[in-house]
T-cell receptor
Framework: DTAVSQTPKYLVTQMGNDKSIKCEQNLGHDTMYWYKQDSKKFLKIMFSYNNKELIINETVPNRFSPKSPDKAHLNLHINSLELGDSAVYFC?????????????FGQGTRLTVV | AQKVTQAQTEISVVEKEDVTLDCVYETRDTTYYLFWYKQPPSGELVFLIRRNSFDEQNEISGRYSWNFQKSTSSFNFTITASQVVDSAVYFCALRAAGNKLTFGGGTRVLVKP
């Protein structure tokens, strides 16, 4: 019954490694997002996809690459992880282009780079 | 550009007190929506309420109420008779054209028994 699910929930990895976070939504929404929440709880959008097409790409290092195989999935791949990448990453979805609809969030993936 | 400011970083109250969270926003769009989300200690983000830019009528939903004033670009949120379970970080958010949901910095609410 989970609307937006992310895996894994926790990820601890060493600097320089490559890792992926997966996200799936079963709400039938057209748009999915990745948000980053830093240690001060600040939430910032990274990417947004609408029907598998990239529509928002904020200033994010090229080491971050989103991939949307279909509109129900949006994965985030991170190359050459750095200490500063440690954060909680949230996947979300909403029904666009209806701006009144709220975004539904996954439970978050806490990434720790050591 | 959109911007949401939550000036209060942390509020501490005793149970049963009312808590009001301030939110001020900036946008050039005439059509937009405002939201409040709650993030409890468990970490998930939970949608609470929304209000559109054309409806300044204030509402109450259970122990939650909100005060939207377009003239001052404010969208304040009140929890009445707070409970320990209300302890969380509360985020105000804005969505306008371009579909991007922009969050404020959050206000941590601590309700003590």
């Amino acid at each position: 019954d989970t609307a937006v699910s992310q895996t894994p929930k926790y990820l601890v990895t060493q600097m320089g490694n490559d890792k992926s976070i997966k996200c799936e939504q079963n709400l039938g929404h057209d748009t999915m997002y990745w948000y980053k929440q830093d240690s001060k709880k600040f939430l910032k959008i990274m990417f947004s996809y609408n029907n598998k097409e990239l529509i928002i790409n904020e200033t994010v290092p090229n080491r971050f690459s989103p991939k949307s195989p279909d509109k129900a999935h949006l994965n985030l791949h991170i190359n050459s992880l750095e200490l500063g990448d440690s954060a909680v990453y949230f996947c979300a979805s909403s029904q666009e282009p209806l701006i009144y609809t709220e975004a539904f969030f996954g439970q978050g993936t806490r990434l720790t780079v050591v | 550009a959109q911007k949401v400011t939550q000036a209060q970083t942390e509020i501490s109250v005793v149970e049963k007190e009312d808590v009001t969270l301030d939110c001020v926003y900036e946008t050039r769009d005439t059509t937009y929506y405002l939201f409040w989300y709650k993030q409890p200690p468990s970490g998930e983000l939970v949608f609470l309420i929304r209000r559109n830019s054309f409806d300044e009528q204030n509402e109450i939903s259970g122990r939650y109420s909100w005060n939207f004033q377009k003239s001052t670009s404010s969208f304040n949120f009140t929890i009445t008779a707070s409970q320990v379970v209300d302890s969380a970080v509360y985020f105000c958010a804005l969505r306008a054209a371009g579909n991007k949901l922009t969050f404020g910095g959050g206000t941590r609410v601590l309700v003590k028994p």
